[in-house]
């Protein structure tokens, strides 16, 4: 990537990091262009759709979780270690007003760029869980792909009372209750 066209990556990126935080996943994608300084055809060039906006924006944020679930990998308690990172994820998941609606709908849709960022976490989740099953702690049913579907409703539960600061925790706790044998 030449010199000019990196830093228009970049002020892209820095721009949508802040448009989503301010407005949410469906921000404007001409006003992240405008804010970066360049035209929409160069956003696009870039990006070509705003789930390959989204992913490259929160490919730093799918890093931490990735490193997370490695770290955790060894826990000596196994179920914990599960909680713990599905707690990460509703954190994750919550960060931003819509990430929570379009991570669920990315699950489904593997054309989704979205999607390379569900696919990693969902193996990175796997490999918690199957040690979690292995240990007993977790019932033999419980499918990851569940796992995460319910971290992100309980995200979006959060995002529409946003006045209850613990409604995540309190969702997540419950939730996680049914899953121990």
């Given at each position: 990537m030449r010199a000019d066209a990196r830093r228009n990556h970049e002020r892209l990126l820095a721009e949508a990091r802040a448009?989503?935080?301010?407005?949410?996943?469906?921000?404007?994608?001409?006003?992240?262009?405008?804010?970066?300084?360049?035209?929409?055809?160069?956003?696009?060039?870039?990006?070509?759709?705003?789930?390959?906006?989204?992913?490259?924006?929160?490919?730093?944020?799918?890093?931490?979780?990735?490193?997370?679930?490695?770290?955790?990998?060894?826990?000596?308690?196994?179920?914990?270690?599960?909680?713990?990172?599905?707690?990460?994820?509703?954190?994750?998941?919550?960060?931003?007003?819509?990430?929570?609606?379009a991570l669920m709908s990315a699950s489904y849709d593997e054309t989704s760029a979205l999607s390379q960022c569900s696919v990693p976490l969902r193996a990175a989740g796997e490999r918690l869980l199957d040690r979690a099953r292995e240990a007993g702690t977790v019932?033999?049913?419980?499918?990851i792909g569940d796992l995460m579907q319910l971290t992100n409703a309980i995200a979006l539960a959060a995002e529409q009372s946003p006045e209850d600061e613990n409604l995540a925790d309190r969702l997540l706790t419950l939730t996680l209750r049914g899953l121990k044998r």
């Open positions: 448009a989503f935080a301010e407005h949410g996943t469906d921000a404007s994608l001409e006003d992240v262009a405008r804010r970066a300084g360049v035209g929409i055809g160069t956003l696009y060039r870039h990006f070509p759709s705003r789930d390959a906006l989204m992913n490259a924006v929160f490919q730093e944020a799918l890093a931490a979780l990735l490193q997370r679930s490695r770290e955790l990998a060894g826990a000596e308690e196994p179920c914990r270690a599960l909680v713990e990172w599905l707690r990460a994820l509703v954190t994750h998941a919550g960060e931003y007003r819509g990430l929570a609606r019932r033999d049913d419980v499918s």
